[in-house]
C-alpha cells in the first residue's frame, strides 16, 4: 500500500497528495474485515453485483444520553443548538434513547478517499431526521462541527442505493490523513488507510473503532469479554 | 524477617492500592507533534491513568492556545486515533514500551 501511495508522491508542490484508489481501498476494507472477524465486530462487505464495486456495512445500537442536546417529548426529538462549553463534558446520569445505526464505508472516486454514510432509527423504526440525528452528536464534537453545519454532516442519496442517508463530506479528509500518512511513512510504518481514517471519524457519529484493531494479532481478543458500550 | 515483612506490607497495599484506586497510579506519556502542529515545550507527562483521550487533547489544544474550530488528533502508532473516552492507562498497557506511552498530536481542520 506504501508503494501505491507513492504514485501520486509529486503531484503536488507543497506536500505530496496521499490520494487512496479503489483497488487500495478495497485491499484497506478486506484488511479491516479480517480484524473485525477475529473480534467480532460486525462489518461486513456489500458488493454490487456483478462487480468487485462494494462497501462495508455494520449496524450497531447506541444509547444516546438526552441531556446531550434537546428534552425528548411525547413527540420524539426537537433540535435546539448546544450551549457552548468548555472542558470534557460529562452527562448526568438522566434517561437516554437508544438509537440504532446503520455504517456504510464507501469510495469516493472524486476524493480519492473513504467516505461515510450512515442513518439512524429510534428502536421503533423511525427515521431520524437531520436535526435529529444533530442531538445524537457528542456535545465535544458539535461545536467544531457546527462551524460548518451545512457541510460537515448532511443528507445525500446513497450512490450505491439511491436511499437517503447522512454522511461525512469528505472534503478534509485527506488534509488530516495526509499528516498522519506522511509521519507514518516517515517511521516507515504501515498503515491501513480506511482504518486510520475510520478511527478519526467513527466516533463522531457514534461509531466506536475498537482498539483492538491496533493491537498484535496474537491478542486480539473477542469484543464479547469487554465492557459494553 | 522485618525487613521483609515490611516489604510485603508496602507491596499488599501498593497492590490494593491499584486495584481499587487505579487513576491515582499515573504513567509517562510522551507527546510528538505531526506535520506543522506546534511543538510542545514539554513533551514529557505524567498523566494519570484514569485520563481519558478526549481530556489529555483538551489540555494540548489550551497549552497550544489553539482556535475553536481547530480539531486536535491524538494518535497511537501515528495512525490510529483511540476513542475519546479511552483512559490513558489502558493506551499505555498496550502500547507503551521502555516505560512510557507515545502519542502523536495533530491540529487539523476536519470537517467541512
Redesign the interface.
Known sequence: MKDGLRENFFTSRRRPAFVLDEEQFRRCCQLLLQRSDQLGDGWSWEAVQGSEEGYLRKTALRSVPSDWGPLHDQEGFSFHPQTLYD??YTGTNSSSLVVQYEYHILFSCSYGAPVLYFRAFTLEGKSLALEEMWSTI?P?YR???Q??PL??ISQQEHPLLGQPFFF??P??TE??MG??????QD?G?P??YV??WL?????VVGL????Q???PLHSAVSLNSTKPD | SLVSSCLCNICFFACMTQCFFPSTFTVDVLLKA??D?PIMKTKKWAVDRGR?V??LA?FISRFLKLD??E?L?I??????????D?EVG??FD??GSDGKLVL?Y?K?????
Open positions: 472542558g470534557s457528542h465535544n461545536l467544531r462541527l462551524n460548518f457541510n460537515a461525512l463530506h472534503c478534509r488534509e488530516f499528516l498522519v500518512l506522511q509521519a507514518a517511521q510504518r498503515v491501513n482504518l486510520s478511527s478519526v471519524v467513527g466516533p466506536d473503532v475498537p482498539l484493531y491496533c493491537t | 505531526v506535520g502542529t481519558t478526549q481530556s483538551q475553536a474550530n480539531q488528533f494518535y497511537v502508532h501515528q495512525s490510529f486515533a483511540p476513542s475519546p479511552q489502558v493506551l498496550c502500547f502523536h495533530c487539523s481542520q476536519a470537517w467541512g
